[in-house]
């Protein structure tokens, strides 16, 4: 989920906002993006690292109170989520004051390490703004001075077209390993799903007694016939053998083929197909990458590069990944590259507490809203769950939807179950969208989640953990 390059494409918003023209972000508009080397920097724009956008980056000097200042447009007053890119080659924090038209919102907003200058990451906050201009300001707290700062994206906050709450009604176990002569499964699990042609296509992870992963796929009707489908392995494809884990599927319009994403170890893999419905049909494994990228290896301490996810809009694809250590990274290339040249990852999204930020990662378009919902499983007192955010494009800036344990996406404190409570832990899974294609678009109404659970009396290694499937039925739809 490596390799530097700089983006060919810049965001058309991007330029318009380098070119000096005000935008004023409302709700369901792009998010708009403030280059550094266009705002007030007191200090240097430097373009000596690569992985910045624009034509540099802001290097302040390193002494307290060095910093930068962004003027921002706002239509009227209201919160904007701000994301700043920065980079941090130290082993420090450098934490920024940051102050909304003179006034101090956050004394000190935390720009961690990101393991080298030419790696970066997001910072989020949220600020109040008036209507017309405001100045936005980040100011070295400590002597060390500022990050490297390369810009300032904008988003207006609130008004989702989602609830800022969920309750969800689930199904009883509709999917169980089906072991065969040579494949003693004990687990389905990570499943993706699409709806095609009057049947859902279900692409799952198998883990054997081993402890070995691979996968597997199987399509039926309804949901009622789902247990019955049966569980075709693909280790006897093209796909071949060898640890494979977490598939995700889609229709790649612009090529006519399906798109089967996976983890292939320490890196990432597609298979393609033009037949979604024969699981012989899967090409074998390309590599997105010549190995796991450095950023992640200087960032994941014992955890692993894990939970790929892509989606696209009209102009990139997006590649998000988790480390299990409390990073979300996203990485990008353009439609028209696809499925080559993903740039080096970024970290989109960092939380000191690996747990509350793990794995499991979704994004999708919410319907024709020009809004985005990202899913991240976190575990909660022992128990797996997801938390929400919602932006206004694919790549952020993420405002918290519902991000709590008392507010969760789906936790068990807002999932009723129909029989039996089978399961405490909602984890891994997907969405059911209403499309096919990388846009990977979900109506915002009713909304269902096919996610992995097991008995809550479940023990042992992670790895032989009894995961079966059910689905999730939102049950306080707001349409
Ligand atoms: C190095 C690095 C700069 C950075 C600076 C700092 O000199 O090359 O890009 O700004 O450290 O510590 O702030
Ligand atoms: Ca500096």
Request: aromatic share 12%.
């Amino acid at each position: 989920m490596s390799r530097l390059l700089r983006l060919s494409v810049i965001p058309v918003v991007a330029v318009l906002a380098a070119a000096g023209v005000a935008f004023a972000p409302s709700a369901h508009a792009q998010a708009t993006r403030y280059e550094a080397e266009t705002a007030a920097c007191e200090g240097t724009i430097d373009s000596n690292y690569s992985g910045f956008s624009g034509s540099g980056f802001c290097n302040p000097p390193n002494r307290v109170g060095a910093g930068v200042q962004f003027t921002v447009q706002a239509g009227s007053p209201g919160t904007f989520t701000l994301g700043v890119k920065y980079a941090n080659g130290t082993g420090v924090n450098r934490p920024a004051v940051l102050s909304v038209n003179g006034t101090v919102v956050q004394s000190a907003v935390a720009f961690e390490p990101t393991g080298a200058w030419r790696h970066w990451g997001i910072t989020t906050a949220s600020v109040p703004v008036q209507s017309g201009t405001n100045t936005i300001r980040l100011a070295a707290v400590t002597a060390d001075g500022l990050a490297n700062i390369d810009y300032l994206d904008v988003a207006r906050a609130g008004s989702s077209t989602l609830p800022a709450s969920f309750q969800w009604s689930s199904t009883d176990q509709l999917i169980a390993p089906k072991p065969d002569a040579t494949h003693n499964i004990v687990s389905v699990k990570d499943p993706s799903v699409v709806y095609h042609n009057g049947r859902y296509h279900v692409f799952v992870s198998v883990v054997n007694t081993n402890q070995s992963y691979s996968l597997a796929y199987l399509n039926f009707a309804d949901w009622s016939q789902a247990d019955d489908a049966q569980l075709h392995f693909l280790d006897t494809t093209a796909i071949g053998t060898g640890y494979k884990a977490a598939p995700q599927v889609f229709y790649f319009a612009p090529q006519q083929r399906w798109y089967l994403i996976y983890q292939v170890g320490n890196n990432v893999a597609y298979s393609t197909t033009t037949d979604i419905g024969n699981p012989r049909s899967w090409s074998a494994p390309t590599r997105f990458y010549s190995g796991t990228p450095q950023i992640v290896l200087d960032n994941m301490g014992n955890g692993q590069w894990l939970d790929f996810w892509i989606i696209c809009d009209t102009v990139n694809c997006h590649m998000y990944s988790s480390d299990d250590n409390g990073q979300l990274y996203r990485a990008q290339t353009t439609v028209a590259n696809f499925p080559n040249r993903f740039s080096t990852p970024i970290i989109a999204m960092q939380d000191s507490n690996k747990f509350w930020l793990f794995e499991g990662a979704n994004v999708y378009r919410l319907g024709a809203a020009n809004e985005y919902l990202l899913l991240v499983e976190a575990i909660g007192e022992g128990r797996r769950m997801f938390r929400s955010w919602t932006a206004p494009s694919a790549s952020g800036p993420w405002t918290p939807l519902a991000d709590t344990k008392e507010n969760p996406f789906a936790r068990h404190n807002n999932v009723t179950h129909t029989g039996t409570r089978w399961t405490n832990d909602y984890s891994h899974g997907e969405m059911i969208r209403s499309g096919i294609d990388q846009n990977l678009v979900i109506s915002p109404c009713d909304l269902q989640f096919l996610y992995q659970g097991m008995n809550p009396n479940s023990t042992g290694p992670y790895n032989l953990l009894p995961w079966r499937l059910g689905l999730l039925r939102q049950t306080n739809s707001r349409c």
